[in-house]
């Protein structure tokens, strides 16, 4: 039986070294190494030293400790150029969001929601014109919908006050007031 620490210590080596893409690949290169352990230790260990799935040389994903994340986050500013430029309405029903864009526009937008939205965030589908993005329980999707409204609709004022944007792809006035069926619009549909 191994120490905790040395099974560690063990793990972080052979990830450095190995090109380890699944529990069982650990799994048997640990016990390689004499060190016993069960699928749930694994997955316990890799999470703690901070293991994180990425492309290998081969293109195949692989287990490694200190490399960035598949999906790198993307800074609040790219989210907020995508909203100015892409989403014409958010509307929200249930514990999701439905942001309509222009045809070809969806995946950047789900994109920027996926990298930028944090933990409010669970996940995004994206067709032609249209993203769906699913709110986490404990969040209120009104309120995410209308600060996706807000920085859209202030960026767009600042941009249209500047003289950069014309007046004709201003967002309408309406009120984003939280209503279970609430709507907010800036298209001309």
């Known amino acids: 039986m191994s120490s905790r620490s040395d099974r560690l210590d063990l793990l972080r080596a052979l990830l450095a070294d190995r090109d380890l893409r699944t529990h069982e690949e650990v ?15 694994i997955g316990r260990d890799l ?3 901070g293991a994180r ?20 986050s993307a ?14 309405s958010v509307s929200v ?25 944090g933990p409010a965030v669970l996940g995004t ?7 769906l993005a699913v709110i986490a329980a404990d969040h209120d999707p009104l309120a995410i919908a209308d600060t996706l409204q807000r920085r859209s609709s202030a960026l767009t004022a600042r941009l249209t006050a500047s003289g950069t944007l014309l007046p004709a ?17 800036r298209s001309n549909r």
């Open 27 to 41: 799994r048997v290169a640990l016990a390689d190494a004499g060190h016993m352990a069960h699928a749930a230790t």
């Open 47 to 49: 999470e703690e030293l």
């Open 53 to 72: 799935r990425v492309r290998g040389a081969d293109g195949q994903l692989v287990y490694r400790v200190g490399e960035p994340p598949l999906v790198p």
């Open 75 to 88: 800074p609040l500013d790219l989210l907020d150029e995508v909203l100015l430029r892409f989403v014409l």
């Open 93 to 117: 029903s249930g514990n999701m969001l439905v942001l309509r864009t222009p045809p070809a526009c969806a995946s950047p937008v789900a994109s920027a929601l996926d990298t930028s939205g």
């Open 125 to 131: 589908i994206a067709g032609d014109d249209t993203v």
């Open 169 to 185: 792809s201003a967002p309408s006035a309406a009120s984003p007031s939280a209503r279970p069926s609430a709507s907010h619009d």
